[in-house]
Antibody
Framework: QMQLRESGPGLVKPSETLSLTCTVS????????WNWIRQPPGKGLEWIGY???????KYNPSLESRVTISLDTSKNHFSLRMTSVTAADTAVYYC??????????????WGQGTTVTVSS | DIQMTQLPSSLSASVGDRVTITCRAS??????LNWYQQKPGKAPKLLIY???NLQSGVPSRFSGRGSGTDFTLTISSLQPEDFATYYC?????????FGQGTKVEIK
């Protein structure tokens, strides 16, 4: 059964770069779409973007200027890079697998989430 | 962007009750509407995809209906493990967007 696990620093200073990695186990990353989604404390879910296994990406326009999602098939993981962070980027960050059009692009496998706090 | 509005934002119900949550899209999502359940401190869990398709392993007391801009999630007989927050999400056009959530609490 596929599992996803996020890893990365839990504390990032304002104006610096947030970097997270999602390691996929139990199946190959060479399929599906791979998403990053975040949830600020006490708030709802915000989609950050995805990368298709072919390497194509889509980002939320509200974050696009600061975000890059990349894929490393040799390590079976994908990554999120967000520049110039502020306190508003404090959130639980989830990585997740998104199915194909056959499954209406629903997100069916999620990591446990990792908390990132932006503070000096 | 397609804005998603859920009603109500919270509700209190008893075990055994029938519960319905509504989700409205600001423009058509056709059938690209998904429902998730989230418990405190946990990742969301997919319940329904494509408006009405039950995800594998999800109890049949959960059902979804709708198309276009108006959708519902119904729990036919609320169980103790169903107390959680529920989110709708449109996957018709990027950016994918979520409703603000509906918290189902114990009466």
């Amino acid at each position: 059964q596929m599992q996803l696990r996020e890893s990365g620093p839990g504390l990032v200073k304002p104006s610096e770069t947030l970097s997270l990695t999602c390691t996929v186990s139990g199946d190959s990353i060479n399929n599906y779409y791979w998403n990053w989604i975040r949830q600020p404390p006490g708030k709802g879910l915000e989609w950050i973007g995805y990368i298709h296994y072919t390497g194509s990406t889509k980002y939320n326009p509200s974050l696009e200027s600061r975000v890059t999602i990349s894929l490393d098939t040799s390590k079976n993981h994908f990554s999120l890079r967000m520049t110039s962070v502020t306190a508003a980027d404090t959130a639980v960050y989830y990585c997740a697998r998104q199915g194909t059009v056959h499954y209406y692009y629903s997100t069916d496998v999620w990591g446990q989430g990792t908390t990132v706090t932006v503070s000096s | 962007d397609i804005q998603m509005t859920q009603l109500p934002s919270s509700l209190s119900a008893s075990v055994g009750d029938r519960v319905t949550i509504t989700c409205r899209a600001s423009q058509t999502a056709t059938l690209y509407l998904n429902w998730y359940q989230q418990k405190p401190g946990k990742a969301p869990k997919l319940l329904i995809y494509g408006a009405s398709n039950l995800q594998s392993g999800v109890p049949s007391r959960f059902s979804g209906r709708g198309s276009g801009t108006d959708f519902t999630l119904t729990i036919s007989s609320l169980q103790p493990e169903d107390f959680a927050t529920y989110y709708c999400q449109q996957s018709h056009s990027t950016p994918w967007t979520f409703g603000q959530g509906t918290k189902v609490e114990i009466k």
